[in-house]
């Protein structure tokens, strides 16, 4: 029996906070397992129903590492141009299928993927790493292409796939409401589990050097878009309680002429990128 995420949440916060008592590191643990785990994972026979409107394909992957299977789509295929869509935290390529229509009907070929632990794809946890993994797998495998879309924790792993990149200037780099810095993606995880002893903060982040060689900040599309010399259309809105609009408006301020934005009022952070307004904005730039 699937354990509903409110009630799954509400039993990790009670363990975590019996663990705490005995052992920070261990709480610590048990709260990065909770970070990386999409617990509102999606089902995709009703969506997979609708894809076929579109004719799509799919095609595997494995990832190397886990020897997991990482699975994809194909619309609108073959075609000159491409474009690469990549859903949030959560989420599923084919919650994309309206860009995939969208961008067909503009003679693009159309990839996505679901990232490890979504969708079809196997495997119960995942991170930032991991999932700009798969991109750089996607694009040597069906690239190059000329632009790509992402929402939310999409677009912090498009972004370190693509800092150690050469790119077009004329790519077009879409963001819908990007997880800009993973210590804000933090920050809000421990609010939910209202997790504040900062012994365990202070584990958790121990953990992620441990395991990356990284420190959280070092996450952040902030730091790698300075890389980047694709062209950039930014879009995020002020009510947006997941990814706060201050980290967006960060970025602006530091003026990289390559980038656009444009900052919405009332979409919050998942209606933001079904906005029809949205999609036009969107389709005018390719």
């Not at 299928?97 to 079809?120: C, N």
């Not at 933001?272 to 390719?286: E, G, L, P």
Request: hydrophobic share 40%; glycine share 6%.
């Amino acid at each position: 029996m699937k354990i509903p995420p409110n009630l799954a949440i509400g039993y990790i916060r009670t363990k975590i906070k019996v663990l705490s008592m005995i052992s920070s590191r261990r709480a610590a643990e048990m709260a990065f397992d909770a970070f990386c785990t999409p617990f509102s994972r999606k089902h995709t026979s009703r969506s997979h129903e609708q894809a076929n409107e579109l004719s799509f394909t799919m095609f595997p992957l494995k990832e190397k590492r886990k020897g997991i299977t990482i699975r994809g789509y194909r619309w609108n295929h073959p075609q000159k141009k491409k474009i690469l869509l990549l859903h949030g935290f959560g989420s599923e390529a084919l919650k994309f299928q309206p860009y995939a229509r969208m961008m067909s009907d503009k003679g693009y070929e159309i990839i996505a993927f679901d990232a490890p632990a979504h969708g079809s794809s196997d495997g119960k946890h995942t991170n930032a790493l991991e999932y700009s993994e798969m991109i750089n797998e996607v694009i040597k495998r069906y690239g190059p292409f000329n632009g790509f879309i992402g929402h939310s924790f999409g677009c912090l792993a498009l972004s370190l796939a693509l800092e150690q990149k050469e790119l077009d200037p004329d790519t077009m780099i879409v963001f819908l409401a990007p997880a800009t810095e993973t210590t804000s993606a933090v920050d809000n995880a421990f609010a939910m589990l209202r997790l504040h002893d900062k012994k365990v903060r202070q584990e958790f982040e121990k953990i992620i050097i441990r395991m990356f060689g990284k420190e959280i900040a070092w996450f952040s599309i902030r730091r790698a878009i300075r890389s980047i010399s694709a062209r950039v259309l930014w879009i995020h809105d002020k009510e947006d309680k997941i990814t706060p609009v201050q980290d967006a408006l960060n970025v602006k301020s530091d003026g990289q002429p390559n980038i656009e934005f444009v900052i919405t009022k009332g979409l919050g952070h998942r209606k933001i990128y079904h906005d029809q307004f949205i999609k036009k904005i969107v389709a005018d730039h390719f």
